[in-house]
């Protein structure tokens, strides 16, 4: 069991509503919806690896989520996370991730600014495509 049975929490061996995990490699990355991140955890022993976004803290901006709902991973490592208060997806490589601390990280930034040949970039409610390259140790 990953967390603990009936005791939310916003520390990085608690979760607060967590209602979607995804599996590659070697990580888990568990959407914890309540905390407005995305929890990175050891598959082998469940250590907390890292983590996606600003911990209790929403926001539409690169650096935070709100309310991530759903998450899925492609065969290339790409993190898709169905960010529900923003109507939006974000999309983080998980091989890009630079983990080694427990520290709240940034949700990711575009990967290119919007430019007139891709509309809607950065609009909320349109796929943005986004790396992980700030997601690291705080």
Same mark, same amino acid.
């Given at each position: ?6 005791? *939310?929490?916003?520390?990085?061996? !608690? ?14 990355? $568990? #959407?914890?919806?309540?905390?407005? %991140?995305? $929890?990175?955890?050891?598959? &082998? ?18 650096? !935070? ?22 109507? %939006?997806? +974000? $999309? ?9 601390? +427990?520290?709240?990280? *940034? #949700?990711?930034?575009?990967? %290119? *600014? #919007? &430019?007139?040949?891709? *509309? ?12 992980? &390259?700030? &997601? !690291?140790?705080?």
């Amino acid at each position: 069991i990953y967390g603990e049975t009936g005791v *939310p929490g916003s520390d990085i061996n !608690h979760f607060n509503n967590p209602v979607s995990v995804a599996v590659f490699e070697d990580k888990l990355y $568990v #959407a914890d919806t309540g905390n407005h %991140r995305i $929890v990175i955890l050891s598959k &082998a022993d469940g250590t907390p690896l890292g983590v996606i976004g600003r911990t209790g803290v929403s926001g539409s901006d690169n650096q !935070h989520f709100n309310n991530p709902w759903d998450i899925a991973v492609d065969p290339e490592g790409n993190l898709y996370i169905a960010d529900m208060g923003n109507d %939006r997806i +974000v $999309v983080v490589n998980t091989l890009d991730i630079s983990l080694g601390s +427990v520290e709240a990280a *940034p #949700a990711g930034k575009t990967s %290119r *600014p #919007a &430019a007139p040949d891709r *509309p809607g970039q950065n609009s909320p409610g349109k796929l943005r495509r986004c790396t992980a &390259a700030t &997601a !690291h140790r705080s």
